[in-house]
């Protein structure tokens, strides 16, 4: 235990020039008011690594992931992005963002515009690209998602798990270096969590880097190369889907994972 008495956590090392690691924090804190509700999270994660982040609501996960593409802003400490201090005063904000794909619970999808139309906003606004450009990056990504034949749909046409699959097209069309997933399969029905879930384990396959906040157990032990367990705003544990599922050290874990398997 530590001096404060939360769990001992190997702390990752300093990130060295030519790392493999994309994303990192040190020492990340972010207070609301008198909550603390990050306090001292230090994180790596490598090119291909899919992360799965566990923990009982309320913990810290989902500020965790907004603070690591700056929609919060840390309260203290430093996070990098290919060795670069995107916390720094100076890191423009908008283009940390198109090289760090965030993917919600909610859709947020605009209502008025088709989902090709949803698309090559972001394409066009923040990378500056002409509309023959940004529709054909559009049209791919959909393709991808299975969704081609949609592009002229609103979004209200369309099954919760067709929209977080346009809202995940919409992350990827940006081209990003990390992709972070918000509990993506909770505002779905259960019978469409699976299509959702199905796209997450194929970017995994096919190496994008990713973080993903998730309730969905079984994904993260088939799918994650490791498994942050964050409990009161720490990262309590860490280790192997295996480590963490079957070989629990803490009793805070342990009890955790008796109430969710």
């Known amino acids: 235990m530590t ?31 008198t909550l603390e509700v ?19 609501s309320g913990s810290g996960k989902s500020t965790l992931l907004r603070c690591l ?9 430093s996070i990098f992005l290919e060795g670069s201090e995107i916390t720094s005063t100076k890191a423009n904000v908008d283009d940390v963002r198109t090289r760090i794909g965030m993917v919600f ?24 690209l002409d509309a023959a450009t940004a529709k054909e990056i559009a049209t791919a990504r959909l393709s991808e998602m299975g969704l081609a034949e949609k592009a002229t749909w609103r979004p209200a046409q369309l099954s919760g798990g ?5 809202a995940i097209a919409r992350a990827l069309a940006m081209e990003p270096k990390v992709m972070l997933f918000d509990e993506a399969t909770s505002a779905l029905d259960p019978e469409l969590v699976k299509e959702v879930l199905e796209v997450m384990r194929s970017l995994a396959r096919r190496g994008m880097t990713m973080v993903v906040v998730t309730h969905e ?32 050290r803490t009793d805070r874990l342990r009890s955790f994972l008796s109430r969710v398997l």
């Not at 090119?47 to 799965?52: D, G, H, K, L």
């Not at 090559?120 to 923040?126: N, S």
């Not at 067709?162 to 346009?166: P, T, W």
């Open 38 to 56: 990050l306090r001292g999270v230090d994180i790596d994660v490598r090119r291909a690594e899919t992360v799965c982040v566990i923990g009982a």
């Open 3 to 33: 001096a404060s008495g939360s769990p001992e956590v190997d702390a990752p090392s300093a990130v060295s020039p030519g790392s493999d690691v994309v994303l990192s924090a040190r020492g990340l804190r972010k207070t609301f008011g």
């Open 217 to 248: 157990m079984g994904f993260a032990r088939e799918v994650a190369d490791r498994v942050l367990f964050v409990d009161g705003g720490l990262i309590a544990e860490s280790g192997t889907p295996s480590e963490i599922f079957t070989q629990p």
């Open 69 to 77: 593409n700056l929609l919060e802003r840390p309260s203290s400490g």
């Open 105 to 128: 619970q909610q859709f947020n999808l605009f209502p008025h515009m088709s989902v090709e139309a949803n698309l090559m906003l972001a394409l066009r606004k923040v990378r500056k």
């Open 162 to 166: 067709q929209q977080q699959r346009v």
